[in-house]
């Protein structure tokens, strides 16, 4: 245990195998430490990834604890691209880009928290409202942590649809961004390369695992719109 994933990787199992169950402090920095014969900032390090994909809650003075999660009963209601153009009053269409294994990104590494040598799924997609592009998506999925999906499963719909009827989600967290259009996404979306967009994305759960991380991509000019 001399390395920072290595001590998250044990600390995601114990989770995992409920040996800390939700809602429960996790032993200290300081413990951990002379449990898994590692640094104390070795420790630190891996608790503070956890922390940022939302596996863990850090509080001053109280302690790291398990973030607690609704019951896998629970099935979270996600939103889909499909809603929001047919909201539109526009005729849907969606078309699969590209399927295939893939070595994360950095920023897939974080989400999923998984090891560079992991392989995950990537899929490609891309939206049209009435003919115009809409949306561009990347998704990566843990094949680890899902059912088997296939080519053929989101060959004809999005993997987020496929995602909401397979998987019993419980928790999303998503980030808006702007960023400049380049490979894929600018020529799905038909813009110049550096073109600003608007990115948004969006981790799911299910239970404490995150399954699924994905970047969707919307040209200038579009409006979200969110109602509670």
Partial sequence: ????????????????????????????EQQLAVQLGC???TVNRALRELADSGIVERRRKVGTRVTST??????LEMPVVRDEIEALGAEYDY??????????????????????????????AQYLADGHPHCCEAIWLNPRSLPTITIEDVRNQ???EWLAR????????????????????????????????????????????PVSFSRQFYPPRHRLVSED
């Fill in 1 to 28: 245990m001399n390395t920072w994933q290595s001590v998250r990787s044990e600390v995601l199992e114990r989770i995992r195998t409920r040996e800390w169950a939700p809602g429960e402090l996790i032993p200290t």
């Fill in 39 to 41: 640094a104390r900032a």
């Fill in 70 to 75: 609704p019951s896998r009963r629970t099935t």
């Fill in 95 to 124: 078309r699969m880009t590209s399927y295939g294994q893939s070595k994360p990104t950095e920023a897939a590494m974080r989400a999923l928290q998984v090891a560079a040598s992991e392989d995950l799924i990537l899929i490609k």
């Fill in 158 to 160: 999005p993997a987020h």
């Fill in 166 to 209: 397979n998987v019993p989600l419980t928790r999303g967290r998503f980030s808006i961004l702007a960023e400049g259009a380049s490979g894929d996404c600018a020529h799905n979306l038909r813009v110049e390369n550096g073109t600003p967009v608007l990115a948004v994305e969006r981790i799911n759960w299910s239970d404490v695992a």
